[in-house]
């Protein structure tokens, strides 16, 4: 376990980050459909997938603070949470920079 705020940080962060997107899951799993003319038209799908990525790009932020600053290394949760938030900032703003 990490004993530094932002790698405890970083942790909750990425555990928040899997629990919107089971909440995603389970709203799309039972019918709810993705909004026709913008991303808000659903709010029972945007808000939790919004959530989510708010969650993951916070995670690898908190993590690299915690990481480079505080030269965290006594476990492996902060690595890991830190490259899950990677990935998911990766496409964030591939999605931003790059729309289809």
Sequence with gaps: MPKTLF???????????????????????????????????NLYLAIPI???????????????????KNREDRGPLVAISTAIGFVVTFFMLGEILFPH
């Design 7 to 41: 790698g405890k940080l970083s942790v909750i962060f990425i555990t928040a980050f899997f629990i919107f997107i089971v909440v995603f899951s389970f709203f799309a799993a039972f019918g709810q459909k993705g909004g026709e003319e913008s991303f808000f038209d």
């Design 50 to 68: 919004l959530l989510a990525g708010v969650s993951g790009v916070t995670s690898f932020i908190t993590g690299l603070i915690c990481l480079i």
